[in-house]
């Protein structure tokens, strides 16, 4: 039983450009969410999708979108690239009300 | 973003020690969760706690939900090697998102 795949595992992009993250949640999982954990600090919450929709939002400007699939995959899109959205982005998937359970991660890096 | 006041921030051990790290928020929350993350990975879960006072073992690992619904506390026992790593508690209100503390770097000294 897979479990949350998160593709790439790492990328290097520059400043002012868009960058796709990608996410496939284990198995029986319909939500998806997604974090930003920069260096040293624990997971920040960007925001979190059910059917399809965004139903969540944490503290996170616009550049950052995203969007779910009928699969229940899901994309995380970052506009305009800041070289503090160097981080490592870590997508989550449950089946509501279970825990979350955690990619590997998709380490960007701007410079 | 916030974050949970978590403590200690870093901690170095013998091999066979006990530990204890705890969790307190500002909020209250209904379940408490404690992952463990190590290098180059993502967080995995440990223990999750859904009631106000309960205590939940997994193993060597015991977690409690603290009565003001504001704390929890996760001890593990005789540690060994891998229990090396940055262990996070997380608390989480209903169905919405998860508000992660700062982390306790966990080292075992030779």
């Known amino acids: 039983d897979a479990g949350v795949t998160q593709s790439p595992t790492h990328l290097i992009k520059t400043r002012g450009q868009q960058v796709t993250l990608r996410c496939s949640p284990k198995?029986?999982?319909?939500?998806v969410s997604w974090y930003q954990q920069a260096l040293g600090q624990g997971p920040q919450f960007i925001f979190q999708y059910y059917e399809e929709e965004e139903r969540q939002r944490g503290n996170f400007p616009d550049r950052f979108s995203g969007h779910q699939f009928p699969n229940y995959s899901s994309e995380l899109n970052v506009n305009a690239l800041l070289l503090g959205d160097s981080a490592l982005y870590l997508c989550?998937?449950?089946?509501?009300?279970?825990?979350?359970?955690f990619g590997n991660g998709t380490r960007l890096t701007v410079t | 973003g916030q974050q949970l006041n978590q403590s200690p921030q870093s901690m170095f051990i013998q091999e066979g020690e006990d530990v204890s790290m705890n969790c307190t928020s500002s909020s209250i929350f209904n379940t408490w969760l404690w992952y463990k993350q190590d290098p180059g990975e993502g967080p995995v879960l440990l223990i999750a706690l859904y009631k106000a006072g309960e205590l939940t073992s997994n193993g060597r690992l015991t977690a409690q939900f603290g009565i003001t619904r504001k704390d929890s506390f996760l001890n593990i026992s005789a540690s060994i090697p891998s229990d090396v790593g940055i262990y996070f508690c997380a608390g989480q209100y209903e169905n919405e998102k998860l508000t992660f503390g700062t982390g306790t770097r966990l080292t075992i000294i030779p």
């Open positions: 989550a998937s449950s089946l509501i009300p279970s825990p979350l359970h």
């Open positions: 198995s029986g999982h319909d939500t």
